[in-house]
């Protein structure tokens, strides 16, 4: 199944879960209330997410007068693939790591690590900011600002349940218990799985971007084998911004855990070997294999 048939099964999930927690509360008039201020604070968040992550994990904005051939390529990718320019931050770690967030395609910033740029071939780092293209392209800061809309109003409506719910419905206080503390881990887990599914989406659609999956595959594999020795004191501080990068900066997951953000970088790399044993013509954009990078 594709990442976007994934996506809308789960979304579907999140709905079912959400209005089921609404019927218990005996009616349509508390779940509505609770959705709309669930709505307006990650509408609030959503337009203003973008510089919050950027600001908690120290990053600092570069051009071509500053870093002329990190933004130059970035530029490239960007004209290649049809998209309007992003902002481009340089974020001043040793491990390497990089990350995309913004609105839309054209209230965008992609941000990587100056680990990244000093340890990574030319051909790597392209492949790592066309991924973060691609979740721009592919508007997954949109899809996951829905999920956590209903991802909180999942979690009040749980807490409302537990006052103003039908408590002979529900099994009793113990149900109404079992409501409160499970209908929110069963959110979350759903918005774990929905990111899981965005990063495969983004693998793929930045191989594309790239021209070639095998490259994203090499740099997966050295950033994650770089991730497990090397801190990334920022995200450290901020661990709610770990979900971003394009390989979880706290720690390494061997599979597809229930409760990672990011799938197993093996079933990724695996996944790009198999676009690459296609056969297709790969190719968007001419990358040059030239550097320092600067910034």
């Not at 349940?161 to 209908?183: D, P, Q, S, T, W």
């Not at 069963?186 to 965005?198: E, H």
């Amino acid at each position: 199944m594709s990442g976007y048939g994934k996506t809308f099964i789960l979304m579907a999930a999140l709905t079912a879960l959400f209005m089921g927690i609404g019927a218990m509360i005996g009616g349509a008039g508390g779940a509505v209330l609770a959705l709309v201020f669930a709505a307006g604070m990650n509408l609030f968040g959503y337009w203003n997410a973008d510089k919050a992550v950027l600001r908690m994990t120290g990053a600092r904005e570069v051009d071509l007068a500053s870093a002329p051939d990190f933004v130059g390529m970035v530029h490239r990718l960007a004209d290649g693939a049809g998209m309007p320019r992003p902002k481009v931050y340089v974020i001043e770690t040793d491990q390497p790591n990089a990350f995309a967030t913004g609105r839309n395609p054209e209230n965008a910033a992609v941000a990587a690590t100056t680990g990244l740029l000093r340890r990574l071939t030319a051909e790597e780092v392209a492949a790592v900011m066309a991924h973060e293209l691609a979740h721009i392209q592919n508007r997954d800061t949109l899809i996951m600002t829905v999920t956590a809309t209903f991802a909180g109003a999942i979690g009040m409506l749980a807490n409302f349940a537990m006052f103003f719910g039908n408590r002979e419905r529900a099994g009793g206080v113990l149900g109404m218990i079992a409501v409160m503390i499970f209908a929110p881990l069963a959110a979350g887990l759903v918005q774990m799985a929905i990111s899981r599914s965005r990063e495969y989406e983004a693998d793929k659609v930045g191989a594309a971007i790239c021209g070639n999956p095998m490259w994203l595959a090499s740099a997966l594999q050295k950033i994650d084998a770089f991730a497990k020795g090397i801190d990334n004191v920022q995200a450290e501080r901020n661990p709610a911004v770990a979900h971003m990068f394009i390989i979880n900066p706290l720690h390494a997951h061997k599979r597809d855990a229930l409760f990672s953000t990011h799938p197993a970088t093996a079933n990724r790399i695996a996944a790009l070997e198999a676009l690459a044993a296609e056969g297709k013509r790969w190719g968007k954009v001419g990358v040059a294999a030239r550097g320092p990078w600067g910034g």
